[in-house]
């Protein structure tokens, strides 16, 4: 049985060692010639291949420590992109190599740059949420971060084109494990605001639709019928009936303006009737 100490080793020297990640890739590209030459798929026997990788970078790494490996690989950066340059006499060999040195080393830079971007949403959890809050999120990163390496290794042992196939590898094994490790932290509350801010938006206008409803009776729409004609085919009045069956409501100063109106329709009525007698 695997200890949970030399899982955590493994898991650290794959996020911070070069060395590491160059022997678990050089064990992967050895794999996919196995395959090539028995005719057989590149991803024949994948997970066994995953583990043997893990195994070999282990083995070919045993003696330096995770932080070690870092600092090594840290160091030894800018002295090995000079020596691929210097072995060369002719500018294209001479960027092939530097691009080669990069090249060894896209897991690793991509790990870097991951951790940055994951390091405000921790810092996040943590000042808004709690402790707890913020080792998930730490946890959640550490995991993402992993598979964005790990896919950045396999990326550059199957991918023929340097640095493009560590370049897709990471992205698509960060996203594969975003997916199983899910939202942050950070996701979760913009998402939480919008919902909120939907709603509220979603209120304000009901509000509006309301005030509008009860400042104006006839709003909604509401046909009111209108005073029948009388015997002699005129029109008594055009003003509609009243209706608050809505619940809507009206002002004093409608009110009144309500009664001058059915005033002067009575006045206009006796007077068509006393002209008629």
Not at 1 to 8: E, F, K, T
Not at 17 to 27: G, N, R, V
Not at 174 to 180: I, N, R, V
Not at 230 to 238: C, F, L, V
């Amino acid at each position: 049985m695997v200890s949970v100490g030399r899982i955590a080793t493994n898991f650290g020297k794959l996020l911070f060692d070069a060395e590491y990640m160059t022997a678990m890739e050089k064990s992967m590209k050895n794999a996919v010639k196995v395959n090539k030459a028995a005719d057989k798929s590149i991803f024949s026997g994948f997970g066994k291949q995953i583990k043997n990788s893990f195994l070999d970078a282990e083995r070919a790494t045993k003696s330096t420590g995770v932080f070690e490996g870092l600092t090594n690989s840290a160091k030894s950066f800018p002295s090995d992109i000079s020596k691929a340059w210097k072995a060369e006499t002719s500018l294209g060999k001479q960027l092939k190599g530097v691009l080669g040195q990069f090249g060894k080393r896209i897991p690793l830079i991509g790990t870097g740059l991951m951790l940055v971007f994951e390091l405000p949403n921790i810092f996040k959890a943590t000042t808004e949420d709690g402790i707890v809050s913020g080792v998930v999120e730490t946890a959640k990163a550490g995991l993402r971060t992993g598979g964005g390496a790990l896919g950045a290794v396999i990326g550059q042992a199957i991918c023929p084109i340097p640095i493009v196939g560590g370049l897709l590898g990471g992205i698509i094994g960060y996203s594969l494990t975003g997916m199983l490790t899910g939202r942050t932290y950070t996701e979760k509350k913009e998402e939480l605001a919008q919902a909120m801010n939907n709603s509220q938006n979603a209120q304000q206008q009901a509000a509006q639709t309301l005030y509008a409803a009860q400042q104006n009776p006839f709003a909604a729409g509401n046909s009111y019928p209108s005073v029948p004609q009388n015997a002699y085919g005129q029109t008594q009045s055009t003003i509609p009936i009243m209706n608050f069956a809505s619940g809507a409501t009206i002002s004093p100063q409608e009110l009144q303006a309500w009664k001058n109106l059915y005033m002067m329709e009575a006045m206009n009525f006796n007077n068509n009737m006393a002209y008629c007698a």
